[in-house]
């Protein structure tokens, strides 16, 4: 007798359905606030006790309730035609395919190749019903005729109210009234693997949306020290600069900034900037037309394992002094090269990274009060901040300017496999081996000080690696930077 395939499979389908429905509502089951987005099963189901089940997130809503709050921008510069100045490069208007793509296509920008400079394009998001717009920096930046496009296809001239480069953070306003405005969150709230989405309009595909999790919080990225990232892995690909980044409840959570790419196009990482950030920057625009910064006046790096255990610390976390710069608020307040700055008014520091980020965002001239960790204990030092400076001139540290000549003789100190030469500048180290061929040590850096104890000679530093126990942080200048190193004894 011949089994038709198809009936059985149906059968069996039947039987699975019935049988599971119960674990299917189970699955699909709204949470409290009707959203139903993520559903998970508790661990121990079925008698595996570490695994947890969990379905796909459903953005429908969240697109519907939140994208008419979300715009484009087009961004040109003196008011040039754009659509009629096609570089060399570009398809002529008479080519087949162009105007095949043209009219399947029509909302998208034709960006002329052999002007970009000229033109921008990217995204934004309401935040007032009366026409406040946030948008980034880089998409408006030298720009003097922005358009905005709303998800209605009305269109509107912009007028920049500021633009901060250093948040990469602007604020536009259109007249308008009634306008729908998009809902803000608490990126503080935000877990890593949380699920996110991001609405813009890449490559002037509006309206597009893209999902994603979040891959890590508090990144610190080169040239961008006032912002703790949101890393995440959603699509983000020219054009989707300035749009929204949404958590499940609908709310924005960061502003869509950079992507790392070797080709241009997304990789697999791209970076918001948080939503509270922004808004203190846009605030600060809205009212003045400029952002102020607080400045505490030093030099950090991250504290690791090896450093953390060098100064007696349990745990690696915090900011280290590297330098302390002259006449600036640290210096007034009495901070130190070697000094641990392990909280801010009362909030831990995890990183580094989160100092200069907590004290960015405190206006100049508010007092703070810094948790230190300083040779074993604890302390608190009260320190007033001033503005942040374009550039910092010659920073130096406390120990680095209390340095005294010497007459240039070199020394051996065999434990730790170093030749050094006593001079003005410290101790340069003349050649390495042993446990300091180990570590991050290299020929011609100068030691400073060890701990937070200066060194100037061969008993200086004797004294003060005895002192150290088996671990040794020892403070260089390395060219025009200063850093610690940690040794660790045997």
Not at 2 to 17: D, E, H, P, W
Not at 40 to 46: L, N, Q, S, V, W
Not at 345 to 353: I, R, T
Request: aromatic share 6%; net charge negative.
């Amino acid at each position: 007798m011949r089994i038709n395939r198809k009936y059985m499979l149906t059968a069996i389908l039947s039987v699975l359905l019935v049988a599971g429905c119960d674990r299917l509502e189970q699955w699909f089951g709204k949470n409290k606030d009707g959203q139903g987005f993520v559903k998970e099963i508790p661990a121990g189901t079925d008698g595996n006790s570490n695994q947890v089940a969990m379905l796909l997130p459903d953005f429908t809503r969240l697109v519907d309730q939140q994208g008419p709050a979300v715009v484009n921008i087009q961004a040109t510069r003196n008011n040039r035609n754009i659509d009629n100045e096609a570089g060399p490069d570009a398809l002529p208007d008479n080519d087949p395919f162009y105007e095949y793509f043209k009219r399947l296509l029509p909302n998208v920008p034709q960006t002329p190749q052999a002007n970009d400079d000229e033109y921008n394009f990217g995204s934004g998001f309401i935040i007032s019903k009366d026409g406040y717009i946030l948008t980034n920096t880089h998409v408006v930046n030298g720009m003097n005729n922005i358009k905005v496009l709303l998800n209605d296809k009305r269109e509107f001239q912009a007028k920049l109210i500021g633009a901060d480069a250093q948040s990469d953070v602007a604020l536009l306003k259109i007249n308008a009234d009634e306008l729908p405005v998009v809902e803000l969150g608490n990126p503080e709230e935000l877990k890593v693997g949380e699920w996110v989405a991001a609405i813009g309009a890449p490559f002037g595909f509006d309206n597009s949306v893209t999902a994603g999790i979040v891959s890590a919080k508090g990144r610190s990225l080169p040239e961008e020290n006032y912002t703790p990232f949101i890393q995440t892995d959603v699509a983000i690909n020219p054009g989707n600069s300035g749009g929204p980044l949404f958590n499940l409840k609908g709310q924005v959570v960061g502003i869509n900034s950079q992507i790392y790419s070797r080709s241009g196009g997304f990789m697999g990482i791209s970076f918001a900037i948080p939503i509270d950030v922004a808004m203190n920057v846009a605030e600060q625009l809205k009212t003045s037309g400029k952002v102020q910064r607080g400045r505490l006046g030093v030099v950090i790096q991250e504290v690791n394992y090896n450093l953390a255990k060098s100064f007696g610390l349990d745990k690696a976390n915090g900011a280290l002094i590297t330098q302390v710069v002259a006449g600036g608020p640290a210096a007034k307040a009495g901070l130190l090269s070697g000094d641990i700055v392990q909280s801010v008014n009362g909030d831990e520091l995890k990183n580094s990274s989160d100092l200069p980020v907590k004290v960015g965002l405190l206006p100049p001239g508010k007092q703070i009060v810094l948790g230190i960790w300083r040779k074993g204990k604890k302390e608190e030092i009260k320190v007033t901040l001033d503005n942040v400076s374009p550039a910092v001139a010659n920073p130096a540290s406390s120990a680095s300017s209390t340095i005294m000549p010497t007459d240039g003789t070199s020394f051996a100190e065999h434990r730790l496999g170093l030749v050094l030469r006593a001079t003005a500048q410290g101790l340069i180290i003349e050649d390495i081996s042993g446990l300091a061929a180990q570590v991050d040590l290299r020929r011609g850096d100068i030691i400073i000080a060890v701990g937070q104890k200066l060194v100037h000679d061969e008993k200086d530093f004797d004294n003060a690696v005895a002192a150290s126990g088996k671990n040794v942080p020892l403070l260089i200048r390395r060219a025009n930077n200063t850093l610690f190193i940690a040794m660790m004894l045997p």
